[in-house]
Each structure stands twice: as structure tokens, then as C-alpha cells.
């Protein structure tokens, strides 16, 4: 099973980018890499997700090193509604694997 | 379209009783996955199903079992529930194939008391 390791909290002044790091040190070449991020008392919600380069949409950034150990999930401007746990997974198909999350505050 | 829908929302059972959670997918997505989060142990996988077919199992006792009906609608039960079942149980729903993406619904919470 591909595990991820994720820093349990992290803190970002309003308007400001956030760097949200992930290890997957044990990934396997076809597993894709997912990003979801969860608000209290909600399902986890889809972020982002890559399996060997970077990728943009609305919400974020995913930047996935060469050797694909690890990963950022990169908020470019960092808002109050963006204050929530963070997951970082890896997919072998349709199982996914989440590590415990990075919780993220945001300071107005 | 509609989400996934998770019924019921919150319940309360005792020690010993089962327990019976239903999952409706997300139109189209034939495969349906359930986790286990709590506080301690994060979101941790069940199993998936998939054209009615187990899929995929995580490392949970066999207490725990699930089923996936032809309109790929699912539910998971829980028999002689323990304390330590209590939990937000999650069900999400895909379309099938490498990097899909999987869509949660809000859960269901189970307390065991």
C-alpha cells in the first residue's frame, strides 16, 4: 500500500500562497496522486489530482517531484474558505489511501 | 446532477445491535467505495464495489460487510457493534478507470453507545 506523509498542521496569512508538502515514498509508477481537502462536518472534497506532471485548475496547483516521492499542493492565493484538512492520496484504481491530513488555518 | 447521498445522517445504536448504512452514487458511476474516518485513525478504506462485485477490501473485520444492487446503489452493515465503531462512515462514487476521481457524500455519523 502506498503511504503518504503529510506535516499534521500548517499556518498562511490571508492572500498569501500556501505550500501544502506530501510524501509517497512508496508510490508505484500507475498510481495517480489526489489531493481533497475536507470542512467540518462535510465529505472530503475533490482538490486536484496528477500522476506525473504538474497540473492546474481553479482551485490549486499540484506540483509532483521527477521521481514522483512527493508532491505540493500549492493554493495560490490563500482565502478564509480554504481553512480545512487537507489529504494527500495515492490510487491503485479506485482504492484510494489517505494519510491523516494536513490541517490548514488561515489568519486574516 | 445530484451528488452522493448518504442515508441516514446520524444514529445512535448499542452495543451488540447492527447497524445498516445506504449509498446512492452519483448518476453513472457504477463503482462505490466506503471509509471509515475517526479522529485517532483518519479515513481509512472499507471496500469497493463494483457491477455488484467486491472489489477491493481494506483491513477490517468481517463485521464489516457491504453489497452493491444492479443500479449500483450500496450498503455497508456493521453486526455486534462496539464502542469503537463509532465513526463517520463515508461513501463515495466513481467512474471507472485509472485516475478517476472519487466524489464523497457528507456521511453518515454513527455513535455506539
Known amino acids: 500500500d502506498a503511504k503518504t506523509t503529510q506535516p499534521n498542521s500548517m499556518e498562511s496569512n490571508e492572500e498569501e500562497p500556501v505550500h501544502l508538502p506530501c510524501n509517497h515514498s512508496?508510490?508505484?509508477?500507475?498510481?495517480?496522486i489526489h489531493w481533497y481537502r475536507q470542512l467540518p462536518s462535510q465529505g472530503p472534497e475533490y482538490v486536484i489530482h496528477?500522476?506525473?506532471s504538474n497540473v492546474n485548475n481553479r482551485m490549486a496547483s499540484l506540483a509532483i517531484a521527477e521521481d514522483r516521492k512527493s508532491s505540493t499542493l500549492i493554493l495560490h492565493r490563500a482565502t478564509l474558505r480554504d481553512a480545512a484538512v487537507y489529504y494527500c492520496t495515492t490510487a491503485t484504481g479506485n482504492q484510494f489511501y489517505f494519510g491523516t491530513g494536513t490541517s490548514l488555518t488561515v489568519i486574516p | 446532477k445530484a451528488g452522493v447521498t448518504q442515508t441516514p445522517r446520524y444514529l445512535i445504536k448499542t452495543r451488540g445491535q447492527q447497524v445498516t448504512l445506504s449509498c446512492s452514487p452519483i448518476?453513472?458511476?457504477?463503482?462505490v467505495s466506503w471509509y471509515q474516518q475517526t479522529p485517532g485513525q483518519g479515513l481509512q478504506f472499507l471496500f469497493e464495489y463494483f457491477s455488484e462485485t467486491q472489489r477491493n477490501k481494506g483491513n477490517f473485520p468481517g463485521r464489516f460487510s457491504g453489497r452493491q444492487f444492479s443500479n449500483s446503489r450500496s450498503e455497508m452493515n456493521v453486526s455486534t457493534l462496539e464502542l469503537g465503531d463509532s465513526a463517520l462512515y463515508l461513501c463515495?462514487?466513481?467512474?471507472?478507470?485509472?485516475?478517476?476521481?472519487?466524489?464523497f457524500g457528507e456521511g453518515s455519523w454513527l455513535t455506539v453507545v
Open positions: 463515495a462514487s466513481s467512474a471507472d478507470g485509472p485516475g478517476n476521481t472519487i466524489y
Open positions: 496528477g500522476l506525473t
Open positions: 512508496t508510490i508505484s509508477g500507475t498510481d495517480y
Open positions: 448518476s453513472g458511476h457504477r463503482s
